[in-house]
């Protein structure tokens, strides 16, 4: 017998199955929360570290969106779009706060 619970259903209380949906919404927030450890421990990563920093030297230090003083590096398709890509080269460019900032809102 599956799992019950009381439910109010037009004005009256009924006992319906435990709500696989609830179930579901636990397990994405579960991987969501997994993800973004992942990324939290990525962007702390020796490995980030020193490729950003390569990519802000080999660039001057100049933002790739206004040309002003980039201050970190931005990967050009978001992580959470293409994990695959967080140490791609050609995915990441110099980038001031503003910009990464205006970024931010869009992407
Ligand atoms: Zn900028």
């Known amino acids: 017998m599956k799992p019950q619970k009381l439910t109010i ?3 009256r209380r009924i006992l319906t199955d435990y ?3 609830q179930k579901e919404y ?3 927030n579960k991987s969501r929360w997994k993800y973004n450890k992942e990324v939290i421990q990525f962007y702390n990563s020796p490995i980030w570290r020193k490729t950003s920093k390569m990519v802000l030297l080999e660039n ?4 790739a969106v206004c040309g002003g ?3 970190m590096t931005d990967h050009v398709v978001s992580i959470k779009k293409d994990w ?3 140490l791609d080269r ?3 460019q110099p980038i001031c706060k ?3 900032d205006a970024k931010g809102s869009w992407r």
């Open 90 to 92: 050609d995915n990441l």
């Open 26 to 28: 636990q397990d994405y």
């Open 9 to 11: 259903a037009n004005g």
């Open 98 to 100: 503003a910009c990464n």
């Open 69 to 71: 003083e980039a201050t």
């Open 19 to 21: 709500d696989s949906r």
């Open 60 to 63: 001057d230090y100049v933002c």
């Open 84 to 86: 695959s890509k967080r």
